[in-house]
């Protein structure tokens, strides 16, 4: 490839535009064949200085596909295993369980974010301009045993529901060094980036060339005050797109790098590939610290990022190798949706065109309602509120459609479109503004079957496999302080919390 495509690079430039993101990188690899690289902006505003493909940006929860391989190569090495208690390889603090009849957290359910473990540790966190997750430049950065020194704590029971928790992959990070004795960034060095020759990357601030440094800016389009990470193992990675393009190309080699050399071995690889937490049988859901969905028969692999001033993709197409890397240092941009347009660009993706609109009365009963996240636990639920507000909503209108919508985003509704007529609870979301198609799936939720409250699984996100469950009136108007707070706080809770 010499060049994106003309719509596409139009399109880019309206976006950044759009969303106030001053630059953006982008990488594309296909197998072994040179990496092309198409940066576009400015990594400083002030200085008006250029993204180059040397630009180093805060890639955010990208970083947990090396946790991920990390700790899984200690597994395929027989050091611990997916089901072992996590408070077995503790030092010093521990989870701490909702109370004693809890079953134990596994390191299975830190990877696919089911440990019921507050991602918030303490509420009073949500105030403060890093979640718990930062401190300003300059200042100490507190160590793992004092950040949890009061123990790790869950608000829910594990497997009970799918919630987005940095702290869980915090907590492999501290595993890992416990068992290697190494320092989780040295470790990671050694098994990954160096091998894989990624020079320009590291989990250590020190170690990165401040002239190559991006500048983060927030959704308004200000430059964000630059901060250090707490949460290194699940945000705290600096990269490029072509040293992230180097990654993608050693994962879809089987683990192999350019010189022909084991970096992960493939068992470790296709266990993170494998579905391992799917609410709906008929989409794709979670595998082991990797995000997983299908796109036109296609299936992918992949994890967003977001962090102060910065928002990332990270996607592989294993069955057609083919990577995608799109990094910007803005709030807003929408890296997701450049990421699915040059893959359906490069492979020639069909989108999929239900002609089924009108959806059977009994159905349309059936689904139509507010939804909102599981009860039982607030906090726990805050990545649901970021993505959507306070509820999702399914609405007959007057057209005789049904629509999706959501107190945030979807304001003004998304066509549901029946993908089969013989298996009505499946839609895709009308929205011409994107590239990939949203998928929702409606069923009886498994999570607790005997109630036979309706749920909705929301896919794909950029936290995850969203379940939702139908609101009664009554829970409806119990949530009523709730939706009107995030309806006020909304922004500050959006651009607050990475």
Known sequence: MDDLPGEILDWVAQKMVETGTPGVSISIFQDSAPTFTKT??????????????ETVFRVGSISKLFTTLAFL???????????????????????????????????????????????????????????????????????????YAGGVPCEIYPDQKFAYCNHAFVLIGVVIEEITGKCYADYVRELILTPTHMNDSSFERAEINEDLLAKGYNWKGREIRDSLSTVGPAGGLFSTTPDLAKFGQMLLAGGINEAGELVVEKRAIDAAWNPVYRPDPKMQGYGLGFMLKDVGGHPLVYHGGLTWGFIS??????????????????????????????????????????????????????????????????????????????????????????????????????????????????????????????????????????????????????????????????????????????SIGGKFIKDTIP
């Open 73 to 147: 190569t200690l597994w395929n090495q027989g050091k611990v295993g997916l089901d072992d208690e996590v408070n077995n390889y503790l030092p010093g603090f521990k989870i701490k369980y909702k109370d004693a009849n809890s079953p134990p957290v596994t390191f299975r359910h830190l990877l696919t974010h089911r440990s019921g473990i507050r991602d918030l540790i303490k509420l009073r966190h949500i105030f403060n301009r890093y979640a718990g997750g930062g401190v300003p430049i300059g200042a100490k950065i507190p160590t793992w045993g004092e950040m």
């Open 40 to 53: 576009i902006g400015l990594r400083d505003v002030a200085n008006q200085l250029p993204i180059t493909p």
């Open 313 to 486: 993709q990270f996607f592989l197409a294993p069955e057609d190798q083919v990577g995608v890397v799109v990094l910007a240092n803005g709030s807003r941009f929408a890296p997701e949706d450049a990421s699915h347009r040059i893959f359906k660009e490069l492979v020639g993706v069909e989108d999929l065109h239900p002609e089924i609109t009108k959806v059977p009365q009994n159905i349309a009963k059936q689904i139509c309602g507010e939804y909102g996240p599981f009860r039982g636990g607030v906090v726990t639920n805050t990545r649901f509120y970021m993505g959507f507000g306070g509820y999702v909503k399914v609405s007959r209108r007057r057209d005789g459609n049904l629509y999706f919508s959501a107190q945030w985003t979807h304001k003004k509704g998304d066509k549901m479109l029946m993908i089969d007529r013989d298996d009505p609870l499946h839609f895709l979301l009308e929205n011409n503004d994107v590239a990939f198609q949203k998928q929702v799936g409606f069923n009886i939720l498994e999570e607790n079957p005997a109630s036979k409250k309706m749920g909705v699984t929301l896919l794909p996100y950029l936290f995850g496999p969203f379940v939702a469950q139908k609101r009664s009136w009554g829970d409806q108007v119990r949530s009523l302080p709730l939706k009107m707070l995030l």
